[in-house]
């Protein structure tokens, strides 16, 4: 059976990139994982690239051959994938998919969004374009509010306090704060964002990503080329996805991301692990209720216990499961389109032993976790250190 590996990986700095066009972010982002696994361009079979709403945010469309191009890689097949904000990590499995599969040998998965040159409103709307027209957008709700319903419902039903999800955005600031490609690189205090101000009550200013420019990549491989290339890798040992409901007023429960809960469970199988092998996770802390729900959908706490293993510092860098040692969507930014490759450039980093001030100590396995809109595609990648038997 063909296993596939990540043999380099690379982003641009995420946050405001005025002086960087949205081409020039994808080439940015694309040399610097070709120049970290040592291939030459020429090498590379096919592209599958994430971007969510460069329609809106730019007025590009057409990005697969767009990034074919502007990276001199013609005529090789290049793929767009797009599904909201978990258009990264549906490119991330694509590729993963094509190398499984025999298909190709070696690919290249990009992800790209360019947010920062509209107004706040626009990004908003063009955000917006991942919920339910119908039942949600048409009707004034923005993605602040979907999430804030989210949060109201854990709240009620299991005590969660906006002092806890508060800690989720103090947690990962300070993991941004040690990243040099984040967007925000200052810590904040908890009374900062519980004086934020509500965007929709109960969710405040410092509980939402923020709105960013920024690319990524990472070259996969099967096993046996990286071998006989001599090159260094870490093991890709499952990317599974997931679908659900578009609208929330259709889901049986508002507590739970239904998708995350069934990738999780394929991608744990397909790996042969289960959550305890877990050494640390990348999850889609879109808003701060949005890493509570995560930690317990994938497994890491039960149901209801997110806030309070927040609370007492069992997901902080040192704590019993690190989550988003690279800051996660919140502090590192939130490109929509690039967040599940940089995700995946993140675990990259950190199994290889070179995430410097956020390395998570001892680190063999690790799991990334893209969301798209409030749900309705996730994305569950699994990435083990080479050589672990687990
Ligand atoms: N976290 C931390 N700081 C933030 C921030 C955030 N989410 N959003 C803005 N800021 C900071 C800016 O860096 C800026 O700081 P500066 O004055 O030091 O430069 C300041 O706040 C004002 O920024 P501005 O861009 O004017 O904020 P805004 O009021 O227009 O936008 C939000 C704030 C919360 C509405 C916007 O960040 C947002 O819409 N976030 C959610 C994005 C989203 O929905 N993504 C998809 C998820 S599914």
Known sequence: MIEVVVVGAGMTKFGENWESSFRQMIADAAIKALV?????????????????????????EHIGALIADQLGLNPIPSTRCEAACASGGVALRSGYLAVKSGEHDIVAVGGVEKMTDVSTEDASFALGGA??????????????????LLARRHMIEYGTTEEQMAMVAVKNHKNAANNPNAQFQSEVTLEEVMNSGYVAEPIKVLDCSPVTDGAAAVILCSKEKAEALGMKYIEMAASEQASDTISLAARKSLTELRATMEAARKAYKKAGITQEDVD?????????????????????FKKGEGGIATEKGLTALNGKIPINPSGGLKGKGHPVGATGVAQAVEAFNQLMGRAEKRQVKNAEIGLTHNVGGSGATAIVSIFKKAGVKK
């Open 131 to 148: 919920g339910d027209q119908e039942t949600e957008l048409f009707h004034g709700a923005t993605f602040p509010s979907l999430y804030a």
């Open 36 to 60: 970290d696994s040592g291939l030459a361009g020429e090498k590379i079979e096919a592209i599958y690239g994430g971007c969510m709403a460069s329609g809106r945010f730019i007025g590009q």
């Open 280 to 300: 640390f996770a990348e999850v889609h802390d879109c808003f701060t209720i949005a890493e509570i729900l995560a930690i317990e959908d994938l497994g890491f």
